[in-house]
């Protein structure tokens, strides 16, 4: 089959034929479909992202089709439709092979009225945000914060967070304002620099929960005056100053979403029970070919490829 296999770290990513993945007991086998890419995938190719067996199979979100199940797995059947994270065995790939009920590597079925490209681009965004949105407590009433919430795991944020009933506020880069406002942000800042008298113009509270997909750790620190005594803070980018946070009374939080409770079926059918209301839309910029894959990945390294993509396996 075909798949986009790495050597060793650096290396673009080259199509290459390898064998078939075998079905294991407790594990299933699914036929990919279409491949989600994420900004983790890059990081994985560059090694950012910590150790990997080699030759590695790129990307882990994915939608597809069981092909065969294991011993053991009964949740599930062949020809089952179904999407997750194929963190174990990538999903730029014909076919990947997935443990059932593990938590790093969640997978659920496509409910009818769900296709594969809009399937594919929900598990890490969706997940990322789901999570942060549990660590942080939201509820109706909840007043948040979103930094960096035109995104896809800010976009999805606000879009949950809003059907939770929470008060969203967004930050945003400049030009992105219709955006976030689409996503149901009350009020929307655009700002590349300090943004904190911007935001106190529109919101004249700090707030109970903030999560902030961009700031390094000093602009986190810097914005204190935003977040209110006993507040929440999520970081996505894992630059949060825990202790910091808590001498002064803020609970701080660096997200890991394969660490998170979200992570798993029940987060997979709650996302998809979202799209099926209409309180979750995850746009996608672009459709690409497999054999692209390389070329996406180098150019969402270097910011010239915005929006969500994914790549058309089968």
């Known amino acids: 089959m075909k ?22 007991p407790r594990s299933v086998v699914v036929r990919v479909t279409v491949a989600g890419v994420n900004p983790i995938d890059w990081k994985v190719r560059s090694g950012a992202a910590g150790e990997r067996p080699f030759p590695l199979v790129l990307g882990q979100d994915f939608a597809g089709v069981i092909e065969s199940v ?18 174990l065995h990538g999903s730029y790939a014909g076919k990947t092979s997935i443990p059932d009920l593990d938590k790093a590597s969640p ?35 909840t007043h948040l ?18 059907s939770y009933g929470a008060h969203v506020t967004a ?13 149901g942000a009350e009020h929307v800042i655009e700002s590349t620099g300090d943004f904190r008298e911007a935001v106190k113009a529109v919101h004249g509270k700090p707030f109970a929960a903030v999560l902030d997909m961009v700031s390094p750790s000093d602009v986190l620190e810097n914005h204190v005056s935003l977040y209110a005594k006993g507040a929440k803070l999520v970081s996505t980018i894992h ?7 808590f001498d002064r009374g803020i609970e701080a939080f660096n997200i890991v979403m394969s660490e998170t409770d979200a992570s798993s079926p029940r987060g997979l059918e709650t996302l998809a029970s979202l799209v099926l209301s209409g309180d979750l839309h995850i746009p996608v910029a ?24 994914v790549l058309r396996v089968a």
């Open 70 to 87: 294991g011993d053991g797995v009964t949740r599930v059947e062949a020809g089952d439709r179904v999407f997750g994270c194929a963190r």
């Open 3 to 24: 798949a986009i296999v790495i050597d060793k770290f650096k290396e673009p990513g080259s199509v290459r034929d390898i064998p078939e993945p075998q079905v294991e």
């Open 107 to 141: 997978f659920a079925r496509i409910p009818d009225g769900i296709d594969d490209k809009e399937a594919a681009a929900l598990p890490t965004p969706g997940l990322t945000a789901l999570g942060a949105l549990e660590l942080l407590d939201v509820k109706n009433g």
């Open 239 to 245: 630059v949060a100053d825990t202790e910091w946070f």
């Open 145 to 162: 914060l979103v930094v960096g919430a035109a995104g896809a795991v800010g976009s999805a944020a606000v879009q949950i967070a809003r």
């Open 171 to 183: 930050v945003v880069e400049p030009g992105q304002a219709g955006d976030a406002r689409s996503f």
């Open 286 to 309: 672009a459709e690409k070919s497999l054999v692209d894959a390389a070329a996406v990945l180098d150019g969402i390294e270097a910011g010239n490829l915005l929006g969500k993509i």
